[in-house]
């Protein structure tokens, strides 16, 4: 059963970047037509799609935060990855990596919080 | 950017039917792009309940049933129980914004 797992910084100083990685088990990150996506949810709020990206490498990002988005993938390790810039204390939330879509598989999620 | 707005609460009895509503527009749920529905029980990721508009994928109950029309979706809850009590959400895709929406999301009380 496939299973993913996010980890990385979850204690952020304003203006450093933001690195999360989604480590997928039970199965490829290269099965064909799934992409692998990034979401987020700020406490007590909603869902935020970030962006995803296919094994191919091709990606694609919601345009509020293109400007400070990178995900990435690695086939050999069997992950992907997220870097976003530049972060302020709205980029404060707990970040998923989903396998879609429909978005039918998630990680746990992991705080990333930022503060001075 | 929420362009999909759901009600902020509904409750209801044990046993008791609720409905969901999620309002879109013309560029998402009206543009013909599939409407899908999350599960977020507290402390927890959310969980696909229902994709492509009215497909239940393995394991989750008959109780729960979706549909769509126009610019609009529905998530039905019958029998309503205990474990239900958790946040809902819809999701599209919004050609306009060019990006995966969610709804603002649904508190379902049990009273």
């Known amino acids: 059963q496939l299973q993913l797992q996010e980890s990385g910084s979850g204690l952020l100083k304003p203006s450093q970047t933001l690195s999360l990685t989604c480590a997928v088990s039970g199965g490829s990150i290269s099965s064909a037509g799934y992409s692998w996506n990034w979401i987020r949810q700020p406490p007590g709020k909603g869902l935020e799609w970030i962006g995803y990206t296919y094994h191919s490498g091709s990606t694609y990002y919601n345009p509020s935060l293109k400007s400070r988005v990178t995900i990435s993938v690695d086939r050999s390790k069997n992950h992907f990855s997220l870097r976003l810039s530049s972060v302020t204390a709205a980029d404060a939330a707990v970040y998923y990596c989903a396998r879609g879509k429909p978005f039918d598989i998630w990680g746990q999620g992991t705080m990333v919080s930022v503060s001075s | 950017q929420s362009v999909l707005t759901q009600p902020p609460s509904v409750s209801g009895a044990p046993g008791q039917k609720v409905t969901i509503s999620c309002t879109g527009r013309?560029?998402?749920?009206?543009?013909?792009?599939?409407v899908h529905w999350y599960q977020q029980l507290p402390g927890t990721a959310p969980k696909v309940l229902i994709y492509g508009n009215n497909n239940r994928p393995s394991g989750v109950p008959d109780r729960f049933s979706g549909s769509k029309s126009g610019t609009s979706a529905s998530l039905a809850i019958t029998g309503l129980q205990a474990e239900d009590e958790a946040d809902y959400y819809c999701q599209s895709y919004d050609s306009s914004l060019s990006v995966y929406v969610f709804g603002t999301g649904t508190k379902v009380i049990v009273l």
């Open positions: 013309n560029s998402n749920i009206g543009a013909g792009y599939d």
